[in-house]
T-cell receptor, first 120, second 108 residues
Framework: EVQLLESGGGLVQPGGSLRLSCAAS????????MTWVRQAPGKGLEWVSS????????YYAASVRGRFTISRDNSKSTLFLQMNSLRADDTAVYYC?????????????WGQGTLATVSS | EIVLTQSPGTLSLSPGERATLSCRAGQSVNSMRLAWYQQRHGQAPRLLIYGASSRAAGIPDRFSGSGSGTDFTLTISRLEPEDFAVYYCQQYGSSVYTFGQGTRLEIK
């Protein structure tokens, strides 16, 4: 059974940083692209960033490019999202999701999410 | 960036009725890269349909997807109580993924 467990959310002041993690199990992690999707309170889904299975190619939404960095440690089956220069509009539940292949954006499985709150 | 527009914003129906949800793209989408997700209240999204018309594992056959180019449809043939939720379409390609704004399916 695929399991994705996000952690690292919390309360941070504007301009601060957070590092989210997603621990994966139940599948061969290094064969699948991974993605972060966020959802602001009461709002819809917003794609944030994706990374190919090898980690060599990354993609970012315009709203986070230059501030967020996606990475992965295939030896530990873990996905990361480093979030810097955080703003109030980054407040959201952040979900990690498993893609359908090495560079595939169909999101087959999702974690339960971790809440990041940016507020003074 | 391909914009996806879903309609209606809210759909009010009764259990047993048929639901038809629309997703329109601002430019042509590769059908293989079009998916639908369901999000029940307080839960994470889950994949329903991929490749515009293929059901994901474990999804009941009352869910079906169709369409190509710029117009895609999710149909639920006979609504069950657990189907009342928010539905999102999504596409990926050219280094960008996009979601529609969602359709809320509520009990009438």
């Amino acid at each position: 059974e695929v399991q994705l467990l996000e952690s690292g959310g919390g309360l941070v002041q504007p301009g601060g940083s957070l590092r989210l993690s997603c621990a994966a199990s139940g599948f061969t992690f290094n064969l699948y692209a991974m993605t972060w999707v966020r959802q602001a309170p009461g709002k819809g889904l917003e794609w944030v960033s994706s990374i190919t299975s090898s980690g060599t190619i990354t993609y970012y939404a315009a709203s986070v490019r230059g501030r967020f960095t996606i990475s992965r440690d295939n030896s530990k089956s873990t996905l990361f999202l480093q979030m810097n220069s955080l703003r109030a509009d980054d407040t959201a539940v952040y979900y990690c999701a498993k893609g359908c292949g090495t560079d595939c954006g169909i999101l087959e499985s999702w974690g339960q999410g971790t809440l990041a709150t940016v507020s003074s | 960036e391909i914009v996806l527009t879903q309609s209606p914003g809210t759909l009010s129906l009764s259990p047993g009725e048929r639901a038809t949800l629309s997703c329109r793209a601002g430019q042509s989408v590769n059908s293989m890269r079009l998916a639908w997700y369901q999000q029940r209240h307080g839960q994470a999204p889950r994949l329903l349909i991929y490749g515009a018309s293929s059901r994901a594992a474990g999804i009941p056959d009352r869910f079906s997807g169709s369409g190509s180019g710029t117009d895609f449809t999710l149909t639920i043939s006979r609504l069950e109580p657990e189907d009342f939720a928010v539905y999102y379409c999504q596409q990926y390609g050219s280094s960008v993924y996009t979601f529609g704004q969602g359709t809320r399916l509520e009990i009438k």
